[in-house]
């Protein structure tokens, strides 16, 4: 079954202070991982798509980076404004095709000023 | 830039009642999809459209339907509403089934 986990399920950083987020995945085929960011009671706001282990993506303070079986997203002296739920999901590669995308349950991140 | 339109944003309805939930992709955008995220919890895969056919589909319950329409609007039907049934429902859009999907506002559905 297609599962994802996104570890820690929240974490407090002080602004400046750089950290990781963690997403690892078991997928039969990985047709490509995604992280987006959610504020309270809106939708998931599409952050970057990647596909193929070894790729990196950069926006801002965010980088994303993907292995074979995990996702970092790099956050570089966050500011208050970070603060959201990061969440990871995968498209698995499946036969005849799925769109679908498998989400991780979250990280809730807190940047205090 | 446009974004995916969602109607309506909020709706509160009795159990037993009917709700449908309107999608408006963005534009020239084919492939729409539906998700259902209960409180705490991460966005469910209800089911997807693409060329006004249906692509995919997830853990919908039967009571639930949809389509997509000409304009590549979609519509989610669902009937014999429950308690649990109450979150917030997602749609997204993306162009080519297999690119990025960009979420709306969402409908926040409360069953009471």
């Known amino acids: 079954e297609d599962q994802v986990t996104q570890s820690p399920e929240a974490l407090r950083l002080q602004e400046g202070e750089s950290s990781s987020l963690n997403c690892s995945y078991t997928?039969?085929?990985?047709?490509?991982l995604f992280w987006y960011r959610q504020d309270p009671g809106k939708g998931p706001e599409f952050l970057f798509t990647?596909?193929?282990a070894g790729e990196e993506k950069e926006k801002e303070r965010l980088k994303a980076t993907l292995t074979k079986k995990e996702s970092f997203l790099h956050i570089t002296a966050p500011k208050p404004e970070d603060s959201a739920t990061y969440l990871c999901?995968?498209?698995?590669?499946?036969?005849?095709?799925?769109?679908?995308?498998?989400f991780g349950k979250g990280t809730k991140l807190t940047v205090n000023p | 830039a446009a974004g995916v339109i969602q109607s309506p944003r909020h709706l509160i309805k009795e159990k037993r009642e009917t709700a449908t939930l309107k999608c408006y992709p963005i534009?020239?955008?084919?492939?729409v999809y539906w998700y259902q995220q209960g409180p705490g919890q991460d966005p469910q895969f209800l089911i997807s459209?693409?060329?006004?056919?249906?692509?995919d589909k997830g853990s919908i319950p039967d009571r639930f339907s949809a389509q997509q329409f000409s304009d590549y609007h979609s519509e989610l039907n669902m009937s014999s509403l429950e308690l649990g049934d109450s979150a917030l429902y997602f749609c997204?859009?993306?162009?080519?089934?297999?690119?990025?999907?960009?979420f709306g506002p969402g409908t926040r559905l409360t069953v009471l």
């Open positions: 534009p020239r955008h084919d492939t």
């Open positions: 990647l596909y193929s």
């Open positions: 999901a995968v498209q698995p590669l499946t036969q005849g095709g799925s769109e679908k995308l498998v």
């Open positions: 997204a859009s993306s162009q080519n089934t297999y690119n990025e999907q960009f």
């Open positions: 459209f693409y060329e006004k056919m249906q692509s």
């Open positions: 997928v039969s085929g990985l047709r490509g």
